[in-house]
């Protein structure tokens, strides 16, 4: 049978290798899924994959090594659970992140994110897009990841009649990364999709797959793209808010216990507990996070300390001084077809080398430039870029460096650099 790859893609579906091994990535709007969704991930996931899961920094969940023939029972159950993957991956809106969970403002951005997602996800409009489309929406400006989105809303104020946001566009990381500029301010929810919708529609009638929006900017320039949005923006209609239909209860916000996970692979036992303590002691929800790591809401002071023995009788830790834990840290060559390095076991012997004044900083490494683990928004970055053949003719993966200071992206330091160069100098930084 021929698998129709560019198809499959648009269900969120990627083939792994050439012996028929597919990744599925499930899109969770602002990384929130009930005890129930997390079950039902569990269940597919030991009766179709390896039971194990890979949390990504975007908030979604991917089963790996899976078998083209279970994909429709996949998709149908994850429906069940209200779960869905069309748009996941390819030329698509993707999966509506949010790096800011249970902080101040999350009930709030957590709503729209699903209903952004009801919006877009499957609609055919909005399909069909020159490459992928992100859309990330967050409480306040903290962890920067506004700048690496197509379109980035920030709220700046939710005490009036809407919350109010700063809107940031044509940002991406990939083999060029762009930090996305200030498209407007002061910008209310009734207003979000209209001006999502019109940005796609720029996009896609103006430029050449397999580019990102960034390209056509730095192509047309802002004062062009700014005409053509406010050309596209006068004739769109404005969509009926009704349309959006009603959301899942929310997360509300408050106090959060964070469980480590390394590198954002999960074993469904672990999940499986964790859902279950959800549902007893923290509101029936957990969060998938920026890090990669399971969140767990403690919305009262009674609620933390249940959270917390619940936790201790499972010997689940919420703690963990280990750097490995606050490592983003994509599937690279263990699962990904792109990757270039064993993403983990470097991030294991950075882990070994990194010396005390460096110990406390954020660190990310991506197995290739694509920079799924958002290296350029970690203190210290780390980018696979390419193969390098030894005199004894074996691949070496190189790697650079970045470093960030302030408020920008990170800037490399240091290009290629083999994995014995780069822990020599990882143990030096200061
Ligand atoms: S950065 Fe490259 S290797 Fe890592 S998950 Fe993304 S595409 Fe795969």
């Given at each position: 049978m021929t698998i129709d790859e560019k198809k499959l893609r648009l269900y969120g579906v990627y083939m792994q290798d050439k012996a028929g091994h597919f990744m599925l990535r499930v899109k969770i709007p602002a990384g929130v899924l009930t005890s129930d969704q997390a079950e039902m991930i569990c269940t597919l996931s030991e009766q179709f994959s390896n039971s194990i899961l890979h949390l990504t920094c975007r908030g979604s969940i991917e089963f790996h090594w899976?078998?083209?023939?279970?994909l429709e029972e996949l998709f149908t159950r994850l429906a069940e659970v209200g779960l869905t993957t069309r748009g996941a991956c390819g030329g698509a809106v993707r999966g509506i992140s949010c790096?800011?969970?249970?902080?101040?403002g999350f009930a709030v951005v957590q709503g729209i994110a699903q209903k952004l997602n009801r919006h877009f996800a499957g609609n055919p409009d909005f399909e069909g897009l020159p490459k992928k489309f992100k859309v990330g929406i967050e409480a306040g400006y903290q962890g920067s990841r506004h700048l690496i989105q197509d379109l980035g809303f920030v709220m700046t104020e939710d005490a009036g009649e809407q919350p109010v946001f700063d809107v940031w566009c044509a940002g991406g990381l990939g083999r060029e990364p762009q930090a996305a500029f200030?498209?407007?301010?002061?910008?209310?929810?009734?207003l979000l999709i209209h001006l999502i919708e019109s940005v796609v529609v720029v996009y896609r009638a103006n430029t050449p797959p397999p580019k990102r929006l960034k390209f056509l900017l730095n192509t047309i320039g802002e004062d062009e793209f700014r005409r053509l949005l406010q050309e596209e923006m006068t004739q769109r209609p404005q969509p009926e808010p009704p349309g959006l239909g009603e959301n899942t209860p929310l997360a509300p916000e408050g106090s959060y216990l964070e469980v480590p996970i390394f590198g954002g692979e999960i074993e469904t036992s672990l999940l499986r507990q964790l859902a279950t303590i959800a549902r007893e002691c923290a509101g029936g929800y957990l969060a998938v996070s920026a890090n990669q790591n399971m969140n767990l809401l403690a919305a009262s002071t009674s609620e933390t300390k249940a959270l917390k023995s619940a936790l201790a009788q499972q010997k689940i830790k919420t703690e963990d001084p280990d750097i490995l834990t606050r490592f983003r840290i994509c599937p690279g060559k263990h699962e990904c077809r792109m990757g270039l390095a064993p993403t983990r076991d470097i991030a294991r012997g950075i882990t070994a080398a990194v010396n005390k004044t460096t110990r406390g900083s954020s660190w990310a490494i991506s197995g290739c430039l694509n920079s799924c683990s958002q290296p350029q928004l970690a203190d210290f970055g780390i980018v696979t870029k390419k193969l390098s053949t030894s005199e004894d003719g074996e691949k070496q993966p190189l790697f650079d460096l970045y470093r960030r200071d302030g408020n920008a992206l990170g800037k490399c330091?240091?290009?290629?650099?083999s994995a014995s160069a780069l822990c020599e100098l990882i143990d030096t930084l200061k």
């Open positions: 899976l078998k083209h023939v279970h790096s800011t969970t249970f902080a101040p200030l498209l407007d301010q002061a910008v209310t929810e009734d330091i240091e290009e290629d650099l």
